[in-house]
Structure formats: C-alpha cells, structure tokens
C-alpha cells in the first residue's frame, strides 16, 4: 500500500533543466527520509540527494550547486530539480524512503537502508 511513484523525466540537451517528482502514498511524508538515486546500466546505483523534514537536505557532490531537493508536504511529493544538465547525467532516477534512523549519516548513500522504492523515471542528455 505505501508507495513511491516518480515522474517528470525526459530528454533535455546539456545546459537545460528539468524537474523530477516523487509522489508518495499510504504513510506521512514528514515521517520519512526520502531519497533520490540515479543508475545507469551496468553502474552502481547512487545516493544524489536527501530530503527530510522541511529543511534538511544532503547532496553528492555532482549534485552540489546544480540539483535542488524540495517537498510539498500537502501534496506528498518530493521534487528535485536538475538545473545544468550534462550527458553524464544521464540514468534512470529513482526515488525511495527510509526510516530517518536507517539513513542517517553515511548511511543515506545506502540503498540497503531504504525499504521502498518507486520504478523510476529515465532522464537523458544529449544535443
């Protein structure tokens, strides 16, 4: 019953921006961390960015100063918007929630901590 659902990618040509949304069901948002990974085929997956509570917020450091994580509680989604596009950010995004203990510290890289997941949302950069 509770679930993630990601939405929002596309192709976009490097240099451009988009906005990805995870829209959760069957719990609070507020209760949870949540959290977006990236993978590309035959890649390990990758923590990008953290979302807990209003204001707390972690980023990879290819995320840093061109992603942005966000939430609208009332209407229980978590977005993250990707200004700067390169083509090395190109992956399928997925979106997935963890108990805030499980993920606290380094351990919100780890996907294991986290207990669902949505299907994810293809994002492509290329001219």
């Known amino acids: 019953q509770d679930q993630l659902v990601e939405s929002g990618g596309g192709l976009v040509q490097p240099g451009g921006s988009l906005k990805l949304s995870c829209t959760i069901s069957?719990?609070?948002?507020?209760?949870?961390?949540i959290t977006w990974f990236r993978q590309a085929p035959g890649k390990e997956r990758e923590a990008v960015s953290l979302s807990l509570g209003e204001e707390f917020t972690r980023y990879a450091d290819s995320a840093k100063g061109r992603f942005a994580i966000s939430r609208d509680t009332a209407e229980n989604t978590v977005y993250l918007r990707m200004n700067r596009l390169k083509p090395e950010d190109t992956d399928t995004y997925y979106c997935a929630r963890a108990f805030p203990r499980r993920a606290y510290g380094d351990r919100w890289t780890k996907p294991n901590e986290y207990d669902i997941w949505g299907q994810g949302t293809q994002v492509i950069v290329s001219s």
């Open positions: 069957g719990f609070i948002l507020g209760a949870y961390t």
